[in-house]
Antibody
Framework: QVQLVQSGTEVKKPGASVRVSCKSSGYTFTGDYIHWVRQAPGQGLEWMGW????????NFAHKFRGRVTMTGDTSINTAYMELHRLTSDDTAVYYC??????????WGQGTLVTVSS | EIVLTQSPGTLSSSPGERATLSCRASQSVNNDYLAWYQQKPGQAPRLLIYGASRRATGIPDRFSGSGSGTDFSLTISRLEPEDFAVYYCQQYGSSLWTFGQGTRVEI
């Protein structure tokens, strides 16, 4: 079955960068886009962007452009999201999800990123 | 970007009742590429409906989606105890995807 397993909790200081990984299994990694969605505490879902693992193409929501990088390693079926110049507003649970339908049909378990001095 | 507005913000209902959730888009959603997700506390969202009206794999038939263009709805025909959760609509018809702010369905 399709599984997306994310890396663990991160605590970062303001101004730092964070990288979250998302390992896929149970389907052809290069066949579907990987999206990243975040959720601040007590808030709704916020779409960040997508990665096409087949060719490395990316597309980001306007508010993250210039501050986010999304990459993939097809040898280990893993996608990465890196967010730079962190502030306290970036404290959130970050999810990866497969765009299989292309709606988001499978989700990772989420990674909590806390930004605090 | 397309703004999605969900209503009501909170819906108070009882098990066995019918619930209808609304999602209105600021502009027409291409190809009716509109999805609905359910999220329970501490869990990742779960896809319920895609393409405005297609149920995802394993989703009970008490969940149905309808609508086109700018107005969409999710109907739960008879609320089960496990259906009390937060529901989000999402459009994926443009290059920039967006979510609605969510509707909480509470007992």
């Amino acid at each position: 079955q399709v599984q997306l397993v994310q890396s663990g909790t991160e605590v970062k200081k303001p101004g730092a960068s964070v990288r979250v990984s998302c390992k896929s299994s149970g389907y052809t990694f290069t066949g579907d886009y990987i999206h990243w969605v975040r959720q601040a505490p007590g808030q709704g879902l916020e779409w960040m962007g997508w990665l096409n693992p087949n060719n490395g193409d990316t597309n980001f929501a306007h508010k993250f452009r210039g501050r986010v990088t999304m990459t993939g390693d097809t040898s280990i079926n893993t996608a990465y999201m890196e967010l730079h110049r962190l502030t306290s507003d970036d404290t959130a649970v970050y999810y990866c999800a497969r765009g299989g339908l292309p709606a988001l049909d499978s989700w990772g378990q989420g990674t909590l990123v806390t930004v605090s001095s | 970007e397309i703004v999605l507005t969900q209503s009501p913000g909170t819906l108070s209902s009882s098990p066995g009742e019918r619930a209808t959730l609304s999602c209105r888009a600021s502009q027409s959603v291409n190809n009716d590429y509109l999805a609905w997700y359910q999220q329970k506390p501490g869990q990742a969202p779960r896809l319920l409906i895609y393409g405005a009206s297609r149920r995802a794999t394993g989703i009970p038939d008490r969940f149905s989606g309808s609508g086109s263009g700018t107005d969409f709805s999710l109907t739960i025909s008879r609320l089960e105890p496990e259906d009390f959760a937060v529901y989000y609509c999402q459009q994926y018809g443009s290059s920039l995807w967006t979510f609605g702010q969510g509707t909480r369905v509470e007992i």
